[in-house]
Structures are given as structure tokens and as C-alpha cells.
């Protein structure tokens, strides 16, 4: 089992252009959420997708913005990019998305906006 | 809303000395509480958690936790550390009907020295 899987793994961008990154869930998992951890903070709920919808959301803009995909696998999606978005995301698959349900979570993908 | 509070940001420790990190929560319902640990580089892995039943939980790697609920406390400890105990340590609620939505506190760097 290869876990939950993120790409890429580094990615640098300049301000107010858009980011795409990937997420495999952990084989069997049908939940995905996503988090923001910035540097020397604990990570922040963006949002839950599952049954390819967005169930859950963190204090988080528009700017963000998800998908999950059929397979379960989902993207994250920031537009307008500003120096604040710079930071760890790190996604979570969990076999269902009741308060028992232990989240998995990937490497995280780091994101570098100049 | 629920909050967790990690009061100590950094914990240095000589190597088999004992080590508590702690995690302080509010919340206006029943919650469930986790600790996460991270490796440098590396995306987080639960250390432990507290669902219901016995108030102490424990780790394959020594180490315990105890829920006190009317001092909305879940400590972490370990009689002994070792060098690679050196982390990050994240204390996590998810409310009870709430989804499996972790809030996380600030991070706990532990710095275990010979």
C-alpha cells in the first residue's frame, strides 16, 4: 500500500498566478481534506471532499478551490496567488469522514510563492 | 468553535531524561483528541489517540497521553526519550457529530539532546 501520495513535492510560483496540487488517497479511503501549514504553525483546515462534493469548509476564500474525482483522488486549486499562500499542504484521506475516522495524511506538497 | 493551545512552543530535554508536552482544549461538545508527530520533511503520523474508554492511551514507542476532561487536558509524556524522539508535536481535536475535521494546535518542537 503506497499510502496517500502528493505532487508535486516542491513548487515555486510568482504572485497572482494559479496552483494545481494532486492528492491519492490511501487505497480503500473515500475522504479527502486538505490543509494549509505555514511556516512554524500547526496545519489549517481548508476543506473536505467526498462523494465528489465539497462537504466542509475552512475559513479559507474562494480563491481556494477543490476537486475529488471518481477514484477519490483530488486536486486543491489557488488562484491569484500572494505571498501568504506560501506554505506546506498537506492532504488527508480517512475510510469515511465520521469523527472516529483517523486521517491518513501525504508528505505535502511545498509551495514557494515570490 | 473548538481551539487547542500547545503553551510550550519549543521543549529541549537530554537524552533519557522524561519529557511532557502539553495540550489544552475548549470546546462546546464531546471531542475526540489526538497527537501527531513530525519528522523533518515529512508529513504528519499519529502518535496516539483518546476516542472514549480508558482516560490513558498509549503509543507502540513509549509514549502515553491522559484525557482530563475537567481540566480539558490531554498531556503528552515519556519517562525516558531517546535522540529520535526529536519532532514536531501536534496536539488535534475533532468534535463528536462534527466530521472527522482536525483543529490543530500551534506545535510542540521537542529537542532531545545528549
Known amino acids: 500500500d503506497a499510502g496517500v501520495t502528493q505532487s508535486p513535492t516542491h513548487l515555486i510560483k510568482t504572485r497572482g498566478q494559479q496552483v494545481t496540487l494532486r492528492c491519492s488517497p490511501k487505497s480503500g479511503h473515500d475522504t479527502v481534506s486538505w490543509y494549509q501549514q505555514a511556516l512554524g504553525q500547526g496545519p489549517q483546515f481548508i476543506f473536505q471532499y467526498y462523494e465528489e462534493e465539497e462537504r466542509q469548509r475552512g475559513n479559507f476564500p474562494d480563491r481556494f478551490s477543490g476537486h475529488q474525482f471518481p477514484n477519490y483522488s483530488s486536486e486543491l486549486n489557488v488562484n491569484a496567488l500572494w505571498l501568504g499562500d506560501s506554505a506546506l499542504y498537506l492532504c488527508?484521506?480517512?475510510?469515511?469522514?465520521?469523527?472516529?475516522?483517523?486521517?491518513?495524511f501525504g508528505p505535502g506538497t511545498r509551495l514557494t510563492v515570490l | 468553535a473548538q481551539s487547542v493551545t500547545q503553551l510550550d512552543s519549543q521543549v529541549p530535554v537530554f537524552e533519557e531524561a522524561p519529557v511532557e508536552l502539553r495540550c489544552n482544549y475548549s470546546s462546546s461538545v464531546s471531542v475526540y483528541l489526538f497527537w501527531y508527530v513530525q519528522y523533518p520533511n515529512q508529513g504528519l503520523q499519529l502518535l496516539l489517540k483518546y476516542l472514549s474508554g480508558s482516560t490513558l492511551v498509549e503509543s507502540i514507542n513509549g509514549f502515553e497521553a491522559e484525557f482530563n476532561k475537567s481540566q480539558t487536558s490531554f498531556h503528552l509524556r515519556k519517562p525516558s526519550v531517546h535522540i529520535s524522539d526529536t519532532a514536531e508535536y501536534f496536539c488535534?481535536?475533532?468534535?463528536?457529530?462534527?466530521?472527522?475535521?482536525?483543529?490543530f494546535g500551534t506545535g510542540t518542537q521537542l529537542k532531545v539532546e545528549l
Open positions: 488527508a484521506s480517512s475510510p469515511g469522514h465520521g469523527s472516529y475516522n483517523e486521517q491518513f
Open positions: 488535534a481535536v475533532s468534535e463528536l457529530g462534527g466530521g472527522n475535521k482536525l483543529t
